[in-house]
């Protein structure tokens, strides 16, 4: 009886997400009733599923849930999303997970500077005057910026916003939370990129330079806190040409330029993205 473990081992299918069936994971947070999302057979598969994506709730969650979770990640290798399937639901497994070990092989300046190079070879005078001052030039990646605070907090706080959407809870199983949009096989951005391993790299980035976390998806959304933003004019334009790569379509639903939108993110603790 002395060698009986009895702390709380992964509930339910949990396990089924993990190659080792979960060996030494532990969750202590009671979850809600949900299941396992298996990505569906006839659906254009980014490789061989061999196990499910991801475990999605049945009913939408609270921000408190996220945070707890969220604070369980290290002990339960599960990073927590609040998901949004108004459009589509996730539940459906109209998925295609990407290897996360392919994240590493993308580099975030080669990927910003081959955005806005296939861009400047069709750009007018017009769209070019749109991403001033850098115009045809790829200024490449911003430099770090200074969290002030903890970034598991700002995230936490970001997720107790969000959850007036009634967003549902998913539970990947990744060692960082940028890797999860690869895992879950989210496409949102598939008509800016094909691949969504180059994005979760510069999402790695921002986690590093900004401490950026994923915290919220939808069908083409993408919800990050952000504990390390820029705060300075200058800083924030180099940030926002980030973004145009990223998401090209910022500028469409905000100010139109470069310099308008640097000035909505400069300071702000939270950054959303939609694709059209």
């Known amino acids: 009886m002395d060698d009986l473990d009895l702390r709380p081992r992964l509930p339910g299918t949990l396990p089924q ?8 994971r532990v969750l202590g947070t009671p979850l809600p009733p949900g299941d396992v999302v298996w990505p569906d057979p006839g659906y254009p598969q980014r490789r061989i599923q061999t196990g499910p994506a991801f475990w999605v709730s049945e009913e939408p969650v609270s921000g408190e849930l996220w945070a707890r979770l969220r604070a369980e990640h290290p002990r339960s290798g599960l990073w927590p999303l609040l998901l949004d399937d108004s459009d589509q639901p996730w539940a459906a497994g109209q998925v295609a997970p990407e290897p996360v070990e392919e994240i590493g092989n993308y580099a975030p300046i080669a990927f910003m500077s081959e955005v806005w190079s296939e861009w400047a070879e069709q750009a007018t005078a017009e769209e070019a005057e749109e991403l001033a001052p850098f115009g045809l030039e790829c200024p490449g990646p911003a430099p770090r910026g200074a969290a002030t605070e903890d970034p598991g907090l700002v995230a936490d706080r970001h997720a107790r916003l969000l959850e007036g959407r009634g967003l549902s809870l998913g539970l990947v199983a990744v060692e960082r939370g940028a890797d999860a949009i690869a895992a879950v096989g989210w496409q949102g951005a598939l008509n800016h990129n094909e691949w969504t391993a180059p994005l979760a790299a510069v999402v790695r980035s921002w986690e590093d330079r900004f401490a950026a976390r994923v915290v919220g998806l939808g069908f083409n959304t993408l919800e990050l806190s952000v504990a390390a933003p820029p705060v300075t004019a200058r800083h924030a334009l180099q940030v926002a040409a ?13 100010p139109g330029d470069l310099a308008g939108y640097a000035d909505e993110i400069r300071g702000r603790t939270s950054w959303s993205f939609w694709w059209d």
């Open 17 to 24: 997400l993990f190659g080792d069936g979960a060996a030494g």
């Open 242 to 254: 980030e973004h145009w790569a990223f998401c090209p379509d910022i500028l469409f639903q905000g």
